[in-house]
């Protein structure tokens, strides 16, 4: 994490405010951007059927893939075909729209993308043009309903709902927009989304990251023999989150490396941990399956979402009459 970062989830300090005239010109320039789609100067799209964004007003770390990981399957459980579109940050596709496979690599697909195709059973499209995204889908896929991966900000994309994630913990840190904190948006965008959803927290519309298993990265099988002390090495959004959570499973953090969120990781980055355990987030492990040891494992968490949550999920997809069941 950069000191520009660090600075984010802190007091408001020099550097804050020596980074406030360019966080005015970004929220000038957002807002022009944003002012243009309402009055019809930018151009919208609408998708052939719904569609779910789920995002945040603010950077990485939020926890929505956890999420997304989750709300797939409930829809399904109600009886919606899926299919789930993100940008792919840190894709090397051959052409994009891609669809993601599992013949597909993590480098074609980028970390979160390849990690929902992985544990879905569904469609999952990467590519920055969401429309095309969209289109292919329409011409392959027969769904009820998409799931946007991120997007609270891609205005051209008309959406059905927008479901908001914000961390308990860090929330909106100095409350600043880029690149003076963390910000991509005001809080005062909250009032507009469908729903506001917690992770983590006390809050009724909220859910927790359960842990739900050690596995092995080179071979993704859980394993209850690991060891008890290692290194946490991590390149995501909120990496002391992972850490406690190992901590919690009595897990001794010998040492952490941080690298910056989507790192595309290679062999030479554990060099200096040859003959220790390492511990990854499924993220993290997902780019180094290839070339992993036998004692490098990672934590797999689940989202647990409130039965407040559920029921509100159910409610509006009601009002928005994509789902009519009880």
């Known amino acids: 994490m950069s000191k520009i970062e660090k600075s984010w989830y802190q007091s408001k300090s020099w550097l804050t405010f020596l980074l406030l005239p360019l966080s005015g010109l970004f929220w000038a320039l957002s807002t022009l951007r944003c002012w243009s789609f ?150 005062s965008r909250l009032k507009n989304v469908d729903l506001l959803i917690e992770n983590g927290g006390n809050a009724p519309l909220s859910y927790t990251l359960a842990q739900t298993g050690i596995y092995q990265v080179c071979n993704n099988q859980r394993t209850e023999q690991y060891p008890l002390q290692g290194v946490a090495i991590s390149a995501i959004g909120n990496p002391q989150r992972f850490e406690n959570s190992l901590r919690e499973l009595g897990i001794s953090i010998t040492d952490t490396q941080h690298f910056r969120d989507h790192h595309a990781y290679s062999i030479e980055d554990f060099k200096a941990h040859t003959n220790q355990a390492i511990f990854m987030t499924e993220k993290d492990a997902v780019k180094c399956h290839a070339f992993a040891n036998d004692n490098w494992y990672y934590l797999r968490v689940d989202a647990k979402p409130s039965d407040a949550l559920q029921s509100s999920i159910k409610q509006i997809l009601k009002q928005k009459e994509i789902y009519h069941g009880i």
Not at 70 to 81: C, D, H, K, N, T
Not at 123 to 151: F, H, M, Q, T, W
Not at 164 to 180: K, M, T, W
Request: with cysteine; glycine share 10%; proline share 7%.
């Open 38 to 187: 309402k009055v019809g100067l930018s151009k919208t799209f609408r998708a052939h059927v719904p569609v779910i964004v789920v995002g945040n007003i603010g950077i990485g770390g939020n926890g929505k893939t956890p999420f997304v990981l989750w709300l797939v399957p409930f829809l399904r459980s109600l009886g919606l075909e899926v299919a789930v579109i993100s940008r792919g940050y840190g894709s090397k596709a051959p052409y994009y729209p891609f669809l993601v496979t599992p013949d597909s690599s993590v480098g074609e697909a980028g970390d979160e993308p390849f990690l929902l195709a992985a544990r879905l059973d569904c469609p999952v499209v990467i590519g920055a043009d969401r429309r095309a995204s969209c289109e292919l889908i329409n011409k392959r896929y027969n769904v009820d309903v998409i799931i946007s991966d991120d997007g609270l900000q891609h205005y051209q994309m008309h959406r059905d709902i927008e479901l908001c994630i914000v961390d308990a913990q860090r929330r909106f840190g100095n409350g600043c927009l880029i690149p003076a904190g963390p910000l991509r948006e005001l809080p």
